[in-house]
Structure formats: C-alpha cells, structure tokens
C-alpha cells in the first residue's frame, strides 16, 4: 500500500495503482479523454496532466504509478495550465459544431472545454479535414474530424471485442481513425464503441439525429435477448424508445452491451407490431375490441376443454417472455385442466425431465467467469449466442486460462483456443466420453463401463490432459449442446467431467428467462407434454405466447403442421407475424419495454424492472392479459393487481439458489460414435433471428451478421457433391426443403451441413438436427 | 388660522382655478397619444414580435435541429422533432411555436446558432380560433420568406452587439 | 582519422570495411580479450564509467550508468540494440559508420550482450540507406562465418546473436521505444515511460538501446582501457566525437575529434564558412537543438558541458553552420515542417502543436505574419514542451524559441516588411 496525498487529501492504495485512481478514490476529479478504467493506458490525450512534488515537468496521472509519500496537485496553477493547453490543442483542429454534432449535451470534449477551454480561438489556421468512411449499419463515422485521436475504440477492439476492426492509420496531423481498407466493422460489441467515443465521431446510426441527450428520459431495465440478463439504460421519448445504453453493473454486463442489446429497440418501434386484438372470421382478420376478442378465446378453450378435454389444449411461450407471463401461462392451463406448457422450444430431448435436479443454470456466478484456468465449451457458438460471456472467456484466457471447445463448428472465438474438437453432432457425446474416460485415466478414477469402450483419439487426450492440469475448471454447455438430441447424454458427460476436475458444471441459458421459466413451472410435470410431444402430436387448441411457430421452434415442420391442424389458435404477440395464417385470436400483448416483469438470468439472479413507455396502441402487458383470460375463464386465484404480486406469488416459498442446479439422476449413457452416414445437420440460431424483437430491428438486419443463410459444408463435401461455392443448391429435410446458396467452410467438420435456423429461409425445414439432403440445382448458379 | 383659510379657499373656488390651469396646461401642450392603426410608434432593431424561420439564400432552410430554442424556451412552446435528411445533415420534421405559451422572451433567437429563428417586428397578427397561433414550420418559413429583407437588416444593426 | 577510427580515409581503400581489414586494425581483440581473460561483465561496466563515455545519440546519458540498469538475474530473454535509426536533419555520422567500419559497431554490441548477459541483438538501421543495410548484412555474415557471433563465439560457452532490421525511414523510430514498437512489427509511436525499457523493453523484456556510436566506441575502451578514453576527451565529457558538419562550410562532412575541441578549430577542418562570408548562425546539435549565433559559438567548445552552458546541446553532434545570407524565417519553416511531418500523431500537444507551429512560421515567411504571431509561437512551444510521450515535442519547440531567442528582431522586420532582411 502507498500513501499518496492529491490536493491535501490523504489515500491510501495499493503499490502499482495510477495516480488517476488514486483520485477517484479520494472523490476527485481529474480531467481526461483516453482513460478509461476497462482499458489499456495510452496516455495520449494528455488532459490528465497534474504537477507531482519533485517533478519538474507535469505528468499524466492515468500513467504515473503512485509511490508513497507522492503529492499530487490536480488544480495547481502548473496543473491547471498544462491542462488548458492541451484543451487548446484538441480543440484548434476540432470542429466548433456543438449544434450539429449528435454528441453535445453529452459530450466528453464539450463538457471539458466550458472548465478548460478559452472563450476564443488562438488558432486562425486552417482546420484538418477527414473524409468520412463507410464502416456498416450501426456505426457512424461521418464526422471523422471530430476525432481527437485518444484511440479508445481501437483499444476496445483489441481488448474487449477480440479483434482490431479499427485502427489509427497514417502519423501526425494526418493520423486518422478508420477500418482497414473499407472493412466494415462486425464485431457484435461494435455498439460499445460509441459510448466510448469523448467525442461525436464514432455516433449510432439508428439513434443520429432522432432526438438531442438532454430530452430523453432515462429507464433502467433488463435484457429480454440472451441469458446474460444485461442493464439496460432505456432513453424514451414521447413514449418512444430512441435508444438503449448499458446500465452499468460490474458483476454482469460490466459496462458494455452487445449490438443486439443495444441496437435491438428498433424492433420495438416496428411497423410490424400488433396495436389492435383481431379475430379470424370466415378466414378474415377483423379488428376487434379486447373484450370480444378475450372472450372468443375464453370461449374456445373452454369448449376444447369441456369436449374433447382439456389435454387437447397445450400452452408454448418463448424463454424471452418474463417470469410473470410464463406463470401465468402455466397456472391458465393447469386450471383448466391441462399440464401441456413448455417455454424450451428449441430444445428436442427432453430424457431428463423428471430427473433434473433443479433449473439448469450457470453452475457459478457470471463473474466468475474470468477467473477460470480451464475452460470446456461443449457445443456453444459463444460469440454469437453469448457476446458479452464470450468477452468474459476471453479475459479468461487472456489471464492464461486454456479454452477447449467441443462442437461441430469452428467459428472463430477470437481468442486462443488451446484444443478442439469438431466432429458431427452424432459424435459429440463420444467425444465427451472419450475426455471423461482420459481424465479418468488422468485422476486414477474408475468411470461407467459405456464411457470405457470409447477410443480416445488425440484431441480428446489433449482437452484432458489441458483439464486436468485446471485448478478452476469450468464446462459449459451452450445452447447447441441444449438443443442437440442428445442433449441429456451431454448433460451427463459434462457433469462427470467437471466433477473429475473438480470444477464448475453449467449451462449458457439460450434466452433472458430460461432460468426464469423453471422457476415459473412453466414446463409440464409428470404427465404433461412437452414442447416437442406436444407438436409431434397435434393438440386441439394452442396458446401461443411471443411464439412465433416457424422460427422459434427446434421442427417448424411439425410445428406448422400442428398449428394449422388446430381448431383453436391463441396467439400473444407484439407483432403481426405468421401466425395470420393459422392463428384464430391475436391479442397484442406488450415487449419490454411496455411492460413491468422479471426475468431470472443464467446465473439465477432475479431481476425486476418496470415498462419504460406505455403500451403502443391497444396492446396490453402479457400478465395482464393472461389475467383477465384467467378471469374469463371463470378460474379463481387470478386477482392480481399488479405484476409485483404475480413475482411473489411465483417465488413465494421459492429459494431461487437452492432451486439452482445442475445435476441429472438416472440417465443411461449411450455413447456410441456416429454412423447414420448420412450428411447431418448443424444449425445455429443467428444473432440477429433469435428472437422477435431483434428480427425486426431494421439496422442489425442489415449487418453482416444477419446475412441470408447459406448452406455452408467442408469444401471436400462440395466436390463430393459436385457443387461449387456460390452455386445454390436444395437442402430438403422431411417434407420441406430450401434454395440456399452453397458456401465452403473447411472448418466445419465432413459430412455435415450447416444451416441456420431461426431464419424465415429455412423455416420450411424439419428438425435443427437430423439427416438432410442436398442437391445441386442444374444451373443454378447465383 | 387653518380655519380663515379654508374659509377663503372654499369662496374664491381655489381648487377650481387649480383644477382649470392643469387642463389649460395640457390642452396647450405637445400630444403624445399615438391613432393607432393609423399611427405606429417607433420599433427598435430588436423587437420581438412574431416569429420566422429563415432561409439561406440558396433558398436552404437555416435550421440544424439543435433544439437549443426548445431547451431554452422557459415557456415550453417549442416543439421540434428531427431526422436524419438524405444528404446526411439533421433537419427538423417539425417546428411548432405555440404563440399562445410563448412570453416573447426572446431566448430561443438569443440561443440559435445559426440564426435560423428570429422574432421579427410583427405584432399585429391574430387568430380567430386558438389553434390559429400554434405556428408550424411552414408557417413560420413563410413569415421568414416574405420579411426576410427586413429581417436581414435587423440582424446587421445587431451584429455589432453580439 | 581520428584516434577512435570510426571513419577510415578513403585511400584505404573500399575493402576496408571488411572482416580482414578491421582485424589488421586491430579489430575484434577487445572481445578476444574478454573471452580469453574471462573478464566478469561488471568489470566491463566499470571500465564504461571509468571512461565516462556519455550517449552519441542525442541525450548523452551516461552508457555505463545505463547498463548498470540492466536487471542482472532476471530469468529469460534480455536484447540489446543499435539505434542506427538516424534521422534528424543534419546528421549522417552512424552511416559512414557503418558503411566504412560495420564490425566496429558488431563488436561494440557483442561486448554489450556479454556485459549485460543478452543472447540477441538487433541494429535498427534507418529506411532510407538501404545499401548500408545490405553492407551490414554482409558484414554480419563475415562476424558469423568467423565464429565471432552466434553460439559459442571463439570457443567460449557465451553466444550471442545479432541481426540487422531496417526501418522504413521515419523519423519517430528513432526515439528508442517507438523503435522497439517498429522492430516488434507494430506502428512506430513511442511508448509512454515509464516502464522504461532496461525493465520492459522489446518483447516486454528488458532492453538496453543505445547508438551506433555508442557502441563503435566500446572495443576502444575495452582495449586501451576507460582511462585513456576518457582523456581523450575531457572530464564528464571521455574520448572523441564524430561531428557532422554540414551547411554554408567549404569542405563538409564528419569529422571525428576529441570532445572538447573548440568549434573554430572544426570550423577550420570543416574549411571554414563559404565563399568568405560571414558567419551568422549554428545549430551544434542536429536540429533539434536550439541554435546559437555564430559569435557564441566561435567561443565555445564542443562538449556536452560547454554547449549546454552556452544554450544549447550537443545532440548528436550535427553542426548545421548558416552564413550571413542565411534568412532564419525560411531556415526556421523549414525546421517546423519536418517535425509537423514526422510527428507520429499519437499524443495531442505534439499531433496538434507541430501543425500550427509551422502554419504559423510558413504564414510569417509568405508575408503574412502579424506581431502577435511571435508570442503566440513561443506560447505554444510551452505548451508542447515537457507534455508529450516522447522528446519529439522538444525537438518541435526548441528550435523555435532558439530562433525567437536570437533572431527575433529578424522575424519582426519580416512582418514589418513582408520580405527577408537578408
């Protein structure tokens, strides 16, 4: 520890520590531009200059470690004189556009330059000029002049993103900020870039010019994307969402935000949302007033549950619906009679219901994260599905933690992957079993007789060998391995392994509430159907909440095909969406930002938020709705008033941590190694179609990201089948197919193809796994 | 002896003589009043009357959508919303002044950074309904269009002082 | 030639930089010396101070001081490397150097890497003399056919590796880190201090960087011993020096003497000033260096000590000399322009600073200048000294106040008068 003194305040702080968080920690100020407290010290912009006893010239406090008995002057006369020529010096090539700029009214040089700046310019010169670069869909760099060089964004790149997409090109007065030769920047935490920028060169290109800081209100509130459960700052207007920035909180978003996050509110003002209830009428949609479009529904079901029974009806939400809708869900059905409710849509094996101990989780706080040595990622395209968890691997390995991946797809993680192995999804749980019997091996343990038949083969040595050295092991299950149909047998093998190691077991949640949903109930208890029984065979009646049934199921095949088989259809939707074609009631319920809930993260927090705006139109929040269907439906126990009471009512008795856990009972492993022969199926669920908000937010469907789907397979499976990169080719699975483009990618492992789901493209195919064919298309070049 | 004066005051009608030399004082002196419509009082540079939008002399709206005036504007009579125009400069979509909030203060031509809103010499217009004097952009760009010389040399005579 | 012989005549002829001829000359004994009598490095560092041989590349930082820095037990990689990035206006000592005497300065480096326990070394050669590069390269291959470099060098158990990295001529990779940032295969920009580099240089290890000069001056010491160098010069200030002299001379070029010898006398080697003009001015450091009238300078002698007290720096002994025809509006933007081209744009007062300088000077010198203009340079100049990452903003601001300093009456008649006194 060092005892500093900053402008006579005595602080105390460890040996190492900047003079600059000296200050901060003694509640003082001190100007400056490229510090930044989640970022590498450039010490560039110079404004933290401070006088330090002793020395003769001032140095920059966000560089100059603390040594003890040093006194600092933040506001000295030399101080304060350095400071406001280097003021002088960013402002004389900065453009004096306050009014135009995006940024002013929050604008880091602009608030500076009122205490620091002169009240005219010395400078009569000319000023530099930088000619504005196209870099995609979020990010705006029109104003590139603005730019004062202190090289935030592209350390942001370095170290939190992964990957360099901007850089500082060209020295001097010519230096300037720009992606290499006309890349556009992809990265899927590009939007954090904008909140670092001091100034308005890097601006949103959704949020430009739409509304100035000082007018919008700011909401807090949460994620509904993926299980990160991220704060959100929710800035409306007018009851309007204009933007969304992070809230900052250290032990879960820190304060960055994906671009799925952030940019994901334009969905929420699409024109495609649901403002008015309709009802279906000799096949027309017609506009109705809730009242009579509840009690059609009400009606419907309860003729259902009166004639054929009440196990005719069966109840889907999506895992991004809060916990206060999916208990609702659940306790509609439950009390007319049915068990049939499921919000896991994706998921296809369900062998471990009954058996699973608790609501599969984390396995450990989401901080906990960075402090892991070893890291096992079984089927997870962690990038994409998890941004800001990738971020957190990253500064694992950074630290010197060795990832291994288990997957059959080798995207690029951007960071050091010490093994890997990518095999067919059929041999996934193989493999697993191969790592667990060389760990055995390794720990002198004895494992199951059906785990010692399988050959481990070198990656698998490897991935032990890398575990067992581990100290803090982590094995983490992402969402493929969730939805795979195998997933109990990965559940299995993952849990062994991490017991041999002594480590961490969880899931990477696929959505905001997949936690939440447990504790909700909403997933049918012993007799119920699940979410995949339940549209393998065709129920009478169907209330779908956020449901959209080609996109967010794991066979939109048979989901289609039930949906339209069904006499009654209840869809709950912000948005007007397929479902036209086979539901019988929409009722337009409302997102998150319109309406108070909680969603329950991966790692079991429970987080409650309030609606930012109020409902757009005649749309209502879900609880509410589901409420008064309750009260329709002549059932008791639905007299809430408030979405507060429906949380408590659900956790009531509910020790959230206790109720988390991982572990699995009763399952036989099976784990033979592939051998269907035929190509498979490798989906992924792209960022950008994961859910209903974000496949409708207008600019992020125009990243690279959110790209139409190809047919993506190794380039030895292309010449087997005579197809060239480029050409399309007919992907058919069960009774559907898709025209897709053909694209190679030789680190997809053989005999599989890669075709994402989630996407309208491929809605007319089956399962996410499973046997497919592909066909060339004679001429079919595209 | 107060009384013997009173007693005098009230038979010589002092008070009525008072009274008649005030009147015959001003009847002979200079007028002031001003016939109104016929007659208008001077006007200085600065008058804040009604308020225009100016344009350029390309004919370009001056307007940046800052929203400076409707921050400004302690009466909240300022509305403005914007977006982003083809050629990538923000543009209001709407500009409305609510004349019946609006106290003349003058602020929002004191914050424009472009001169863009300026309170002209107008002060005789009316509406016949109360809606009438909620102004939109394209009644204010007219009223900046049509007094636009006017306009012009006010702001020249003020320059120096600012 | 000098006692030291950085440079050779030329009747020597154009083989002399070769292996044979450097060892006639009695090359390569100081490191056969070390290994055959297994000198201990400490001793080496202490012959270095004895002959109080101070940097040749600029700062003049004590060399035995700054190898004392060097951490002795630290477990992996340590370099030493030559700054044979030489670039400021003015200076072309490190190329003759190299081009007549390259084994000097492998020799001077081998020596380092045993005094301070490094096992490689790199010469960071200036981008633009690319067949000096060449030259060196051949060189190196000589030194390594011979057993002199690589593993085991003469029979010993210390080996040591050297190789040649060229830049590709900018001016900031001569400031040592931006150089090691360049040799790392990153953009040339200095990196902020500390860290210095004796703890974390290239790689993040600890390095040790000094100039070609430095380290061509390292056999002789080792040789003659530190006392003998030190008398050839004078106390602080050891052994000879290679000045470039360039500018309104007869004769130019480098000229290696004894630290300490007067200037007239270089002068005089130098053929004095052109054409029988006056003298007017000298810059006696390379142009960083704040400039001196020629009258101050014809009193001076050319030493650290004896410059420093007269205003100005030794530098890299770059004697730029300007005659009386010489105007010092023009010579001055001229100046301000090369350090506004090669600032390398990272920190603010130096990206920002050296452009309106020069936009100010270029302004003056078109005519276009006005009175206030002087004190508006000399204010920036204080706000650019002292308060950058590296000495660059220095090297910006001093020649402008050196100017104001001297010739500021000059300046003013060019506002007055729109046009050159001279």
Known sequence: ?782 | MEKITNFFKTFLLFELVKGMALTGRYFFARKITVQFPEEKTPQGFRFRGLHAQRRYASGEERCIGCKLCEAVCPALAINIETEEREDGTRRTTRYDIDLMKCIFCGFCEESCPVDAIVETRILEYHGEKRGDLYYTKPMLLAVGDKYEEQIAKDRAADAKYR | ?422
């Open chain 3, 1 to 422: 030639m000098g006692a030291l012989g950085f440079i050779l005549n030329a009747e020597e002829g154009e083989r002399s930089w070769r292996l044979a001829e450097y060892v006639k000359r009695g090359g390569y004994s100081a490191l056969k010396k070390i290994i055959d009598e297994n000198i201990p490095p400490e001793n080496i560092v202490a012959e270095l101070k004895k002959s109080s041989l101070r940097g040749r590349g600029g700062a003049g930082f004590p060399t035995g001081l700054k190898w004392s820095f060097m951490p002795r037990q630290f477990p992996g990689a340590k370099y030493v490397v030559c700054n044979s990035d030489e670039g400021e206006p003015g200076t072309f000592k490190d190329r003759d150097i190299l081009r007549w005497n390259p084994h000097m300065v492998i020799e001077g480096m081998i020596i380092a890497g045993y005094a301070m326990g490094c096992a490689r070394g790199y010469n960071y050669i200036h981008g633009e003399i690319w067949e000096i590069y060449k030259r060196f390269e051949e060189a190196l291959e000589e030194a390594r056919a011979a057993k002199l470099l690589g593993p085991n060098i003469l029979g010993s158990d210390f080996s040591f590796e050297l190789q040649a990295h060229h830049g590709y001529g900018a001016y900031i990779c001569g400031e040592e880190t931006a150089l090691l940032e360049s040799i790392e295969g990153k953009k040339g920009q200095p990196r902020f201090k500390p860290p210095f580099p004796a703890s974390f240089g290239l790689y993040g290890k600890p390095t040790t960087i000094n100039n070609t000069e430095t380290f061509a001056s390292i056999p002789y010491i080792i040789r003659e011993g530190g006392q003998k160098f030190l008398e050839l010069g004078r106390p602080n200030n050891g052994g000879t020096k290679l000045f470039s002299v360039s500018g309104h001379v007869n004769n130019p070029g480098n000229f290696e003497v004894p630290l300490g010898t007067p200037f007239k006398k270089l002068l005089e080697m130098a053929g004095g000033v052109r054409n029988g003009h006056k003298l007017k001015a000298v810059i006696p450091g390379g142009s960083s260096m704040p400039v001196l009238p020629g009258e101050i300078m014809m009193e001076t002698d050319m030493d650290y000590d004896s410059i420093q007290k007269a205003g100005s720096y030794l530098g890299s002994g770059a004697v730029i000399v300007m005659d009386e025809t010489t105007c010092m509006v023009r010579a001055l933007e001229r100046l301000s322009y090369f350090y506004f081209e090669e600032s390398c744009g990272q920190c603010t007062p130096c990206r920002e600073g050296t452009g309106w300088l020069y936009r100010v000077v270029h302004r003056i010198e078109k005519g276009e200048g006005r009175q206030e203009d002087l004190d508006l340079l000399l204010s920036v100049c204080e706000n650019i000294a002292g308060r950058t990452i590296c000495a660059l903003g220095d090297a910006a601001a001093w020649p402008v106040q050196g100017m104001l300093k001297h010739y500021r009456s000059e300046f003013e008649y060019h506002i007055e008068h729109k046009r050159c006194l001279v």
């Open chain 1, 1 to 782: 520890m060092a005892k500093i003194e900053i402008d006579g305040k005595q602080v105390e702080i460890e040996n190492g520590r900047t003079v600059i968080e000296a200050a901060h920690l003694a509640g003082i100020y001190i100007p400056h531009f490229c510090y930044h407290k989640k970022l590498s010290i450039a010490a560039n912009c110079r404004m933290c200059l401070v006088q330090v006893e002793k020395a003769p010239k001032p140095l920059p406090a966000c560089a100059t470690p603390v040594t003890d008995g040093m006194k600092v002057f933040t506001a000295s006369e030399q101080a304060v004189k350095a400071q406001k020529g280097v003021m002088e010096f960013l402002l004389i090539n900065h453009p004096l556009d306050c009014p135009v700029c995006d940024k002013g009214g929050e604008c880091e040089l602009q608030d500076l330059a009122v205490g620091y700046g002169s009240s005219a310019s010395r400078y009569q010169e000319e000023k530099r000029m930088v000619v504005p670069k196209e870099v995609g869909p979020l990010i705006s760099t029109k104003e590139m002049s603005r730019c004062i060089n202190c090289t935030r964004c592209v350390r942001f790149g370095q170290e939190i993103g992964g990957i360099m997409e901007l850089g500082q090109a060209f020295r001097g007065e010519h230096a300037e900020i720009m992606s290499f030769v006309s890349n556009s920047v992809d990265s899927e935490l590009s939007g954090n870039m904008i909140d670092l920028c001091p100034v308005g060169a890097l601006t949103s290109k959704p949020f430009r010019f739409t509304a100035r800081a000082w007018e919008l209100s700011h909401r807090r509130s949460v994620s509904p994307h993926d299980s990160l459960g991220s704060n959100l700052t929710v800035q409306v207007k007018n009851n309007r969402v204009m933007r969304v920035l992070p809230a900052e909180n250290e032990e879960i978003n820190e304060c960055w935000l994906s671009d799925k996050d952030r940019f994901s509110y334009e969905g929420l003002n699409s024109g495609e949302r649901l403002t008015k209830p309709m009802i279906k009428q000799n096949g027309a949609w017609q506009e109705v007033e809730w009242q009579a479009a509840l009690e059609y529904a009400a009606k419907g079901l309860r003729q259902i549950a009166d004639g054929a029974g009440a196990e005719h009806i069966g109840a889907l939400a999506t895992p991004h619906s809060t916990l206060e809708e999916l208990y609702l869900l659940q306790k509609l059905v439950r009390s007319v009679g049915s068990d049939n409710v499921d919000f896991r849509l994706r998921q296809s094996d369900f062998s471990a219901d009954g058996k699973q101990a608790g609501a599969p989780w984390l396995g450990m706080p989401i901080a906990e994260i960075n402090t892991r040595d070893r890291i096992l990622l079984v089927g997870s395209f962690l990038r994409k599905d998890h941004p800001l968890l990738a971020h957190r691997a990253r500064d694992a390995v950074k630290k010197g933690a060795q990832a291994s991946i288990v997957h059959s797809a080798d995207d690029d993680l951007l960071m050091n992957v010490a093994n890997k192995a990518i095999v067919a999804p059929d041999a996934m749980a193989n493999v697993l079993a191969q790592i667990l019997k060389a760990l055995a091996a390794e720990k002198q343990a004895v494992v199951e007789a059906s785990v010692q038949s399988a050959e481990v083969g070198s990656a698998a040595a490897a991935i032990a060998k890398s575990l067992a050295s581990g100290e803090r092991v982590a094995v983490l299950l992402g969402n493929f391995a969730q939805q795979h149909p195998q997933a109990a047998q990965l559940q299995v093998l993952g849990q062994q392994i991490a017991a041999l190691c002594g480590g961490k077991f969880g899931f990477l949640g696929e959505a905001a509430n997949s936690v939440g949903g447990h504790l909700a109930k909403a997933l049918p208890r012993a007799n119920g159907m699940n979410a995949a029984a339940m549209l393998a065979a065709p129920r009478k009646a169907y209330i779908l909440l956020n449901v959209e049934a080609e996109l967010d199921t794991h066979n939109p095949q048979q989901a289609l095909v039930a949906m339209k088989a069904a006499d009654l259809v209840v869809a709950l939707s912000a948005y007007k969406h397929q479902a036209t074609d086979y539901a019988d009631v929409l009722l337009p319920i409302a997102p998150f930002s319109e309406t108070s809930g909680t969603f329950v993260n991966t790692e079991g927090r429970v987080q409650s938020f309030k609606g930012a705006i109020k409902p757009l139109g005649e749309a209502r929040p879900g609880w509410k709705v589901l409420r008064v269907l309750g009260n329709l439906l002549n059932e008791t126990g639905f007299e809430y008033d408030t979405s507060e009471a429906v949380r408590d009512e659900a956790l009531s008795g509910v020790d959230v941590a206790a109720q988390l856990n991982n572990a699995v009972q009763g399952v036989a492993l099976e784990t033979a190694g592939a051998g269907s022969g035929s190509l498979q199926r490798v989906s992924d669920v792209p960022i950008y179609s994961a859910d209903a908000i974000v496949r409708r937010a207008a600019s992020l469907q125009n990243t690279r990201d959110a790209e139409a789907p190809c047919a993506l397979m190794h380039g030895a499976e292309l010449s087997r089948l005579g197809v060239h990169a480029g050409e399309q080719v007919k992907v058919s699975q069960g009774e559907g197919s898709a025209i897709l483009v053909a694209a190679a990618d030789d680190r997809l492992p053989q005999g599989v193809v890669r075709v994402a789901a989630g996407h309208a493209a491929t809605a007319g195919l089956g399962a996410m796994f499973g046997a497919v064919t592909v066909e060339p298309i004679t001429g079919g070049r595209a």
